[in-house]
């Protein structure tokens, strides 16, 4: 149990006032008169029944306690400022705009994570394959996809769009050693199956039976499914090969020659945290373990 701690403003007062072991300028620091300062200390060294300064003409000088508590308030003091500067207010709510597939792959199972940091944080997810204007759109955060080397002041890199192909198991055997037997699953939107093919040797894209898809969910899901073969960076489908739904092809992933990105309006505290939180998820590795992959 804590006893015989002293009113907090009390305490603030003298470390300023130790600084600087002058009245009128710790007052001029603090916004009060140098009466009112005197009068705080005085009433701290009532409460502590000692004295804490030697007036002298013009100027302090500390006692022996008073040196003593001076070592320590000022870092108690600097460290419970920094405490409070990590706790965002009551109520405060982060708004976010981002793609369907990412929302619901990546961002969503990650955020008890943030709210276990922030719990006084909401977070209002608006998944959209619309860019927006931060500047015109209530919008605190947005998470787009654009070419690599968009990296500027307001565009932070979270991981590049290095895609893997993925299938059900029922069908990995069959169409692992020739993938003209299966169907590719498509997003209509950035279709990266010509890179892909070319960068593992393969080639005929225009000759293979293709279904393309509005939302890149929707063409996991026909994977899962056992449908065909659909390419989704590795990110997005690492819990999907964890628990077994889909499997790896054809080895390492392809650059696409894309990054996903945040862009965030960081003056409020809050949204600062949620884009410090959502950067150190996205520098995690997805996990490579071999019963991930068919090969």
């Known amino acids: 149990m804590i006893k015989r701690l002293p009113p907090l403003n009390f305490v603030k007062v003298f470390e300023c006032s130790a600084r600087h072991l002058n009245l009128h300028r710790a007052a001029e620091e603090l916004g009060v008169t140098p009466g009112a300062v005197s009068q705080q200390i005085r009433a701290l060294e009532t409460n502590l029944g000692i004295p804490l300064f030697e007036r002298l003409?013009?100027?302090?000088?500390?006692?022996?306690?008073?040196?003593?508590?001076?070592?320590?308030?000022?870092?108690?003091?600097?460290?419970?400022?920094?405490?409070?500067?990590?706790?965002?207010?009551?109520?405060?709510?982060?708004?976010?705009?981002?793609?369907?597939?990412?929302?619901?792959?990546?961002?969503?199972?990650?955020?008890?994570?943030?709210?276990?940091?922030?719990p006084n944080v909401g977070v209002l997810i608006d998944a959209s394959i619309q860019y927006v204007n931060l500047a015109d759109e209530p919008f605190d955060v947005a998470i787009r996809h654009a070419r690599t080397g968009a990296n500027s002041a307001q565009h932070e890199v979270m991981f590049p769009d290095e895609v893997v192909a993925v299938c059900a198991p029922s069908i990995a055997s069959s169409v692992s050693s020739d993938i003209s037997t299966a169907k590719l699953l498509c997003f209509a939107v950035n279709d990266h199956w010509p890179c892909w093919l070319s960068a593992k040797g393969l080639t005929g894209y225009n000759k293979l039976d293709r279904v393309s898809f509005s939302h890149l969910m929707l063409a996991l899901d026909a994977a899962i499914a056992g449908q065909g073969i659909a390419l989704s960076p590795l990110q997005l489908v690492e819990h999907d090969l964890r628990q077994g739904r889909l499997v790896r092809l054809h080895g390492d992933p392809v650059p696409t020659g894309f990054s996903y990105y945040v862009v965030a309006r960081r003056e409020a505290r809050h949204v600062a945290a949620f884009t410090e939180w959502i950067i150190e998820e996205a520098a995690k590795d997805p996990e490579h373990e071999d019963q991930l992959s068919w090969d």
């Open 57 to 118: 003409h013009k100027r302090l000088r500390l006692t022996l306690a008073g040196q003593q508590l001076f070592a320590t308030s000022g870092q108690v003091l600097q460290m419970l400022q920094e405490t409070v500067d990590r706790l965002p207010s009551p109520r405060q709510m982060v708004r976010i705009t981002a793609a369907p597939t990412l929302c619901t792959r990546w961002l969503v199972p990650r955020l008890s994570t943030f709210y276990e940091r922030y």
